[in-house]
């Protein structure tokens, strides 16, 4: 028996929304329990200002950024105040380190 989804899949496991007070971030609204950007330690909220070290302008932008083919994607993501740098790895074991 096989499955058809609607939509298309979610490479991070995130869904997220621009503001016009602040343009090139992407405010994360939701992370799925299990995907990357989960076990990467992305949470609700959380803002994210680049996508391997490149700003972006819009959603669009971002789309294009974050679907990039790479092992590898480095965030630059604020929650609290504090920037910190992210890698989600599509293959093998997750890191973080401090900004």
Same mark, same amino acid.
Do not use: C
């Given at each position: 028996?096989? =499955? @058809?989804?609607?939509?298309?899949?979610?490479?991070?496991?995130?869904?997220?929304?621009?503001?016009?007070?602040e343009?090139? %971030?992407?405010?994360?609204?939701? =992370?799925? %329990?299990? $995907?990357?950007?989960?076990?990467?330690?992305?949470?609700?909220?959380?803002?994210?200002?680049?996508? $391997?070290?490149?700003?972006?302008?819009?959603? @669009?932008e +971002?789309? /294009?950024?974050?679907?990039?083919?790479?092992?590898?994607?480095?965030?630059? =993501?604020? /929650?609290?105040?504090?920037? /910190?740098?992210?890698?989600? $790895? +599509?293959?093998?074991?997750?890191?973080?380190?401090?900004?």
């Amino acid at each position: 028996m096989s =499955v @058809e989804l609607d939509g298309n899949p979610m490479r991070l496991g995130i869904t997220w929304r621009e503001d016009d007070a602040e343009p090139g %971030t992407a405010i994360l609204t939701h =992370v799925v %329990t299990g $995907s990357p950007a989960a076990n990467a330690g992305l949470r609700a909220q959380d803002r994210i200002y680049q996508v $391997s070290a490149r700003d972006f302008a819009d959603s @669009e932008e +971002f789309i /294009r950024l974050i679907n990039a083919p790479s092992d590898t994607l480095q965030l630059l =993501v604020e /929650r609290d105040g504090q920037l /910190r740098t992210v890698i989600l $790895s +599509f293959h093998g074991k997750l890191r973080k380190r401090a900004a």
